[in-house]
């Protein structure tokens, strides 16, 4: 059952994203360059850009719709987890739109804005106050802003990590966040966590060998960040492992360790820059992840168990 769940959840939506992404960035391609006072500066023009991001964030909605007992759950939320695929795909709907605004700044504000309204559309059980959704939408706006800050965003740009690098920071940081997710006991979140790594895995690939999908690495960046705020809200929420929320929080934030690429960046070492790129955010979310094994409060119960039973509805797909 399990590899017919990762090859159904996880592997398989991340096929169908990479395919008509593919085709996407060449039908935009081929209908208009991208073009912008800022030069380079640009996403492709509307429809490319936020039809890339929201293919981006497609596994994750798959995998959360194909792990509860029907459709309808998904179109109608009871429960929070249902809420993560609307809560993506918004998301990266916003963040498109704001990062097609030229200049590198409307790339931190693009994760910004899709991270609280990603964290304003659910609600965890044990989190009534809106307190945690901000602490985890400004966590992730930090890691947003520091994935995209020295992230290269026109082909051949030679004073910028490349983008492959910055996804594959992504992959490495979201696939330590589905562990630290499965620790905490809530198995369906830590799919869902594996197949937005996959994922960015495939955006590392295709930003290598595609370079027309570079100009849409700070809008899905910024879908990415906002992704993994929510998830590490809704995980926090869902814990029965007694973690400390700092280490959610911190874990949301990793992807920001990837700004220490920008010193090298700029003085031309693309490949430090690069290699700071890929292993810096891992390295953090790492440490959020022993932190919160090393420093474990009391568990309370089963949230996510009564959460589900709250709602009235069945916490596992029938196999």
């Not at 081929?30 to 981006?56: E, K, N």
């Not at 594959?168 to 198995?187: E, K, P, R, T």
């Not at 799919?191 to 790594?197: E, I, M, N, Q």
């Amino acid at each position: 059952m399990e590899l017919d769940l990762a090859l159904r959840a996880v592997a398989a939506p991340v096929a169908v994203m990479a395919a008509l992404a593919w085709l996407v960035a060449a039908l935009a391609g081929r209908a208009a360059r991208p073009r912008s006072p800022a030069g380079p500066h640009a996403t492709p023009a509307w429809p490319g850009g936020w039809m890339l991001a929201v293919l981006a964030v497609l596994p994750l909605a798959w995998a959360v719709a194909f792990q509860e007992p029907s459709w309808r759950d998904v179109a109608a939320p009871a429960v929070s987890y249902q809420w993560l695929g609307w809560a993506a795909v918004v998301a990266a709907l916003v963040s498109s739109a704001l990062a097609m605004v030229p200049g590198r700044a409307m790339a931190t504000a693009a994760a910004a804005a899709a991270s609280l309204v990603a964290c304003a559309m659910v609600k965890p059980p044990g989190l009534p106050d809106a307190a945690p959704k901000f602490i985890a939408a400004a966590a992730a706006a930090i890691g947003g802003a520091g994935a995209a800050w020295s992230m290269c965003v026109a082909p051949g740009e030679r004073r910028a990590a490349p983008a492959w690098a910055t996804f594959a920071g992504w992959w490495a940081c979201l696939a330590v966040a589905s562990g630290m997710v499965l620790l905490s006991g809530f198995a369906k979140l830590a799919v869902t966590c594996g197949a937005l790594s996959a994922s960015a895995a495939a955006w590392a690939v295709m930003s290598a060998s595609l370079p027309r999908v570079v100009h849409a690495a700070p809008a899905v960046s910024g879908a990415f960040a906002a992704a993994l705020g929510v998830l590490c809200l809704v995980a926090r929420g869902y814990d029965e492992s007694g973690f400390p929320a700092w280490c959610w929080w911190l874990l949301a934030a990793a992807p920001g360790a990837g700004a220490l690429a920008a010193w090298p960046a700029r003085r031309g070492r693309v490949r430090i820059a690069a290699l700071v790129t890929v292993l810096a955010p891992p390295s953090v979310a790492l440490a959020a992840l022993l932190a919160a094994r090393s420093s474990v409060d009391a568990p309370t119960g089963s949230p996510s168990a009564n959460d589900y039973a709250m709602a009235g509805v069945a916490p596992l797909r029938a196999p």
